[in-house]
């Protein structure tokens, strides 16, 4: 019996070039791993090392193969070859990638939760939050959050009006200036509510309006998450006792108050239409808020079955429609659900994009022709 460790080099001849001829940390190796064979290597005591050479032990199409992987200018390295893979091994891997998607997510919201003293409203107040602002205002929403407790506006629930005050005003949105009685009467209040809870307004510069459309800028955000945290008493117990998806889409269901029906920013009024919050925003938040913090608290309390939940959610659910998903329809991968969805989400970032080939279930299988 050989005790030790197992060196690899392409060549047996870098066991010389890296110097470990020279290293007594070097002089237990029982096996030198090369691809070519080129010269016998000794250690510090003169012992030879044995050799095994690789080159003529492997099946060379699969080394090309895994090559043309490595060098492939697709998004997807295998996109050619991909649909030869088995309805079965695709199934039962997107099911681990979907497990893995939500525990790269909830890695975020562990430190969070941790931040705030493991006070489950608290951390999902401010993921919500978070997700208010999308891609484009998440920065604003997140900053908004973290200067703006959850424990204050929880004390307003029930007054629109106070709640809409202190989210403008911690916003940096409101000005002494306004022509509109509305939000001059917010901007008074907000001075009163500042000083009583001595608060300091993040920078207005942080919220984004360009290259949104109007129904998505921050202003209308703001007034549509005023809404929900208006009626939002309930809400985690609601996202942990809820059964249904549509009892959580429900709850998500607001509308931005009256002043929003013919504005879209303060003073400049527009044609009239309700500010509601669109279902494909309530399923985002649901996909990258609500599942997760659920499959997180699942994970905390050792509940199974909130676990399942989550994944549940997520697979009644319709697909997304981004770029990530329309890489992969063409590469005729058609996913049934968000949660396939989030598994191609997955496999894309952390599988092709870093071309992790042989740590994929896909790849491998198409390396080994099965």
Known sequence: MWVGNIEIHINSSDWYKHGHHKDKSYNNIVLHVVYNHDIDNKDTLLSKIPTLEIRNLFNNK????????LISKNTIPCQNDIGKTSSILLMSWLNRLLVERLEH??????HYHIYFHKHWQDTLYFFISKNFGFKKNSTGFEMLAKSLPYKILSKHRGQIFQLEALLFGQAGLL???????????LYKEYSFLRKKYNLTPIKQTLWKFSKLRPPNFPTIRIAQFAQLINKSESLWELMIKSKKVNTIKDALQVTASDYWDNHYTFDKKTSLKKKNLGDSCIENIIINTISPIIFLYGKQTSGTSLCEKSIELLSILKPENNHIISTWERA?????NASDTQALIELKKNYCVPKRCLQCSIGNALLKGV
């Open 62 to 69: 699969l080394y090309y193969k895994y090559q043309d992987y």
């Open 105 to 110: 997510k909830t890695k975020e919201m562990l």
């Open 175 to 185: 000005k002494n200036n306004y022509s509109d009685i509305y939000p001059q009467k």
């Open 332 to 336: 005729n991968i058609k996913p049934q």
